[in-house]
């Protein structure tokens, strides 16, 4: 099992677009400055997507340039989600050298999330990949394990999926557990599979714990040899166009388990405490993540 874990924060991404009241950029801007400051390496910050479909990201742009401006030259790894060339465009006016673009997996929820076929998408991502040829694009697979409207999702079709954007030259890619229901063995398999394949490309996993699985599951990705693994603080998240999502594993929670069981991930567990305790007290949504220090009393 590896034994460094390469923590990737999508909190200010996932965790925020379920959000239903508007958060201020200001606070968007200073958790984003707290989880940095806790140690983490590499985030999600946001996404540029059609105000429309998710009002909350409308300040995409604002945060990201004011990120920049305090830790663009910190060799930090930030980057955003984009569902399309136009949205790649918008991340890379605001500075971000990275991208991830989303495609599910699944016919029905890529309608749903995106309003494309996945073979319109695959032919979106070779659009973007020759308008933005200095762009770094990753490739994030909604619904990679199972799927809102048609349950589970065969492996072969994760397979397709690698193997057309890998032509592409996508080297990067991210199996996302939407809804949550994968099991800690489903994972397991997936990736095993997915490595034995695809040796040479980068492997992330994104896990929401809609029935307390996430956690698991996150370990059981580290076991089958994945160390590049998402979570969002506060245990904030969910695709609103994915009826039943909850929210990511919560960061807190996993860095917890992570340094208690010895793996190094460079995180600073009590500032990423503090930053979900300031979290919850400025935005109201579905938190998991356990909020108090060991020895602290439990109202
Ligand atoms: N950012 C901002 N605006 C965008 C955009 C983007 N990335 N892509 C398209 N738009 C705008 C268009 O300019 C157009 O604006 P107008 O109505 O003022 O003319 C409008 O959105 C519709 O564009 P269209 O290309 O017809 O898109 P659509 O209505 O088929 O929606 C998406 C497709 C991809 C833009 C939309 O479904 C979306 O943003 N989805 C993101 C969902 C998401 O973030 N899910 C959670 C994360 S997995
Ligand atoms: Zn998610």
Redesign the pocket.
Known sequence: MAQHVNFIEVGPR?GF?NVKDYIPADIKVKLIDDLLAAGVRRMEMT????????PQ?RDAAEVVCRTLETHGDEGVELYA????T??AK?AAAAGLREVAT?ISVSESHNKA????TVEESLQGLEKMRQALPDLNINL?M?TAFTCPFEGITPVENVLKIIRRAAGLGITRFCLADTIGEADPKMVRDTLTIVQQVFPDITLDVHIHDTRNMGIACTLAALEAGVCNVQAALGGLGG???APGASGNVASEDLIFMLNKMGFTTGIDFDKMLAAAKYERSVITGNFSGHQVHIGEPCH
């Open positions: 996932d677009q996404s540029f997507v059609s105000p429309k479909a998710i990201m989600l984009v569902p399309n136009y949205g918008a989303v999330n995106i309003n494309r994030s909604a695709c609103p166009f």
